[in-house]
């Protein structure tokens, strides 16, 4: 919780001068603290969360703040759209259905021809965009902590982030839990060139 506040304040700073605060990180449960502070400066603000794991548990290892409970904590405070999900436990599942959250599985965007434009619909306005790196399939990204199979590929993950910058008013973004190998640099290679592609749609 400390270091949420840390981060809120941080942020804060940056939105003040109407910059754009890019985060990285880390562990996920520092988007929270930068989610609060951009809405703050922007109160109709919404968050497109790209993952693997759903991350809507109320608690995890007793912590209402954790990684498995960051996505939860910001669905408290606005608007969130998840993209990419395949695990979840079964309390997210029971959870899920019951609250506002627009959540799409990795299984929809690989098998449904215009799931980039039905996912963009749910989306307006502010945003926010959270990237947690094992969204993407172990093949191209085996640096993270948790990977799970069936993941988004490259040009997927691309093309969302393009045309939700080119719809949207992207107001901050974070990319988290990129967790290096020795002898494998590939992995952060690409998280340095998703960084800048991104940065390059929002700036176009």
């Given at each position: 919780?400390?270091?949420?506040?840390a981060v809120r304040k941080k942020i804060s700073r940056i939105v003040a001068t109407d910059?754009?605060?890019?985060?990285?990180?880390?562990?996920?449960?520092?988007?929270?603290?930068?989610?609060?502070?951009?809405?703050?400066?922007?109160?109709?603000?919404?968050?497109l969360q790209l993952d693997a794991h759903a991350d809507l548990r109320d608690s995890y290892?007793?912590?209402p703040y954790s990684h498995a409970s960051v996505a939860r904590r910001i669905s408290e405070?606005?608007?969130?759209?998840?993209?990419?999900?395949?695990?979840?436990?079964?309390?997210?599942?029971?959870?899920?259905?019951?609250?506002?959250?627009?959540?799409?599985?990795?299984?929809?965007?690989?098998?449904?021809?215009?799931?980039?434009?039905?996912?963009?619909?749910?989306?307006?306005?502010?945003?926010?965009?959270?990237?947690?790196?094992?969204?993407?399939?172990?093949?191209?990204?085996?640096?993270?902590?948790?990977?799970?199979?069936?993941?988004?590929?490259?040009?997927?993950?691309?093309?969302?982030?393009?045309?939700?910058?080119?719809?949207?008013?992207?107001?901050?973004?974070?990319?988290?839990?990129?967790?290096?190998?020795?002898?494998?640099?590939?992995?952060?290679?690409?998280?340095?060139?998703?960084?800048?592609?991104?940065?390059?749609?929002?700036?176009?």
């Open positions: 919780k400390n270091m949420i506040s910059k754009i605060p890019v985060m990285l990180g880390g562990e996920h449960s520092i988007t929270l603290g930068a989610v609060q502070a951009v809405k703050e400066k922007y109160p109709k603000l919404s968050v290892q007793g912590s405070i606005c608007p969130l759209v998840q993209v990419g999900i395949r695990s979840m436990s079964p309390e997210e599942g029971d959870f899920l259905p019951k609250s506002k959250v627009k959540s799409y599985s990795a299984d929809f965007v690989l098998e449904t021809k215009n799931w980039c434009e039905k996912v963009s619909k749910d989306l307006q306005g502010d945003v926010f965009v959270t990237i947690d790196l094992d969204v993407f399939d172990p093949s191209i990204m085996a640096s993270t902590g948790t990977p799970e199979p069936g993941g988004l590929y490259w040009r997927y993950v691309l093309r969302l982030l393009k045309v939700v910058s080119q719809k949207c008013k992207i107001r901050g973004f974070d990319v988290v839990e990129l967790a290096p190998v020795s002898g494998n640099i590939a992995p952060d290679f690409m998280t340095a060139k998703l960084i800048y592609r991104f940065m390059g749609y929002i700036t176009k």
